[in-house]
């Protein structure tokens, strides 16, 4: 792809991070051991302080947890402060979102955002938490390193989630990981969009059933 990977980045190419033993805080969620795993060893491996950490559909802070643990100890390695995870989501009781892991008296409409709280307290003070509609936000935060994506579960998210980070991701730094894109309906948005944007990723490795994680070789033209 024109792009020499980095050590780091052959690493994830090799599948590397299936054997982390990362002694990942438990947290009740809906993301597989090996998103989780993949998640952790991207923040704590690749992540090289370039760019943001855009945690794109949180929900119960699975992805949030493995993210900001991953930094922390890219942080002690590297003797730097770890950055910011800016985490997304509705924080509301509906859709797929009812009775997945969530307390039974929550009810369709409800906040669950003390939830998410509860779980990623260890990590608090490193989370910036960004509650509403996705479709609704703007990037004013400079270039993108690491972009999870879980939320872009119709067209419109999708497309909105392309519009406002892509732009920002750095070529040949920025991993973009794709929670749904191995799973076997519901979201041809998804590969669509990759497909129609291949020329600017590489594959870099997945989770079997679900995650896709691609890595940024080109910058996209507007």
Same mark, same amino acid.
């Given at each position: 792809?024109?792009?020499?990977?980095?050590?780091?980045?052959?690493?994830? #190419?090799? *599948?590397?991070?299936?054997?982390? *033993?990362?002694?990942?805080? *438990?947290?009740?969620?809906?993301?597989? &051991? /090996?998103? &989780?795993? @993949?998640?952790?060893? !991207?923040? +704590?491996? =690749?992540?090289?302080?370039?760019?943001?950490?855009?945690?794109?559909? =949180?929900?119960?802070?699975? %992805?949030?947890?493995?993210?900001?643990?991953? @930094? #922390?100890?890219? %942080?002690?390695?590297?003797? *730097?402060?770890?950055?910011?995870?800016? %985490?997304?989501?509705?924080? /509301?009781?509906?859709?797929?979102?009812? $009775?997945?892991?969530?307390?039974?008296h929550l009810k369709p409409g409800d906040s669950f955002r003390p939830v998410f709280e509860a779980n990623i307290r260890p990590? +608090?003070?490193?989370? /910036? !938490?960004?509650? $509403?509609?996705?479709?609704?936000?703007?990037?004013? $935060? $400079?270039?993108?390193?690491?972009?999870?994506?879980?939320?872009? #579960? %119709?067209?419109?998210?999708?497309?909105?989630?392309?519009? +406002?980070?892509?732009?920002?991701?750095?070529?040949?730094?920025?991993?973009?990981?794709?929670?749904?894109?191995?799973?076997?309906?519901?979201?041809?948005?998804?590969?669509?969009?990759?497909?129609?944007?291949?020329?600017?990723? /590489?594959?870099?490795?997945?989770?079997?059933?679900?995650s896709v994680a691609f890595r940024n070789t080109a910058a996209i033209p507007p």
């Open positions: 792809m024109g792009v020499p990977p980095s050590p780091a980045i052959a690493a994830l #190419k090799s *599948r590397a991070w299936f054997f982390d *033993r990362p002694g990942l805080p *438990r947290v009740t969620a809906m993301l597989t &051991r /090996e998103d &989780r795993l @993949l998640l952790h060893h !991207i923040a +704590r491996h =690749c992540y090289t302080g370039q760019g943001a950490v855009i945690d794109a559909g =949180c929900f119960i802070g699975g %992805s949030t947890v493995a993210l900001a643990h991953g @930094l #922390k100890g890219w %942080s002690e390695a590297a003797g *730097r402060p770890a950055p910011v995870v800016h %985490s997304y989501d509705l924080f /509301e009781v509906g859709g797929m979102t009812r $009775g997945a892991r969530l307390p039974a990590y +608090r003070d490193r989370v /910036e !938490i960004h509650e $509403g509609d996705i479709r609704a936000e703007t990037w004013s $935060g $400079g270039p993108i390193e690491i972009l999870f994506i879980d939320c872009a #579960k %119709s067209p419109d998210i999708g497309d909105a989630i392309v519009e +406002r980070f892509f732009p920002h991701l750095i070529p040949g730094v920025s991993i973009v990981v794709q929670q749904d894109y191995l799973y076997p309906s519901w979201n041809a948005w998804l590969h669509i969009a990759m497909e129609a944007l291949s020329p600017y990723f /590489e594959i870099l490795t997945d989770c079997g059933i679900d």
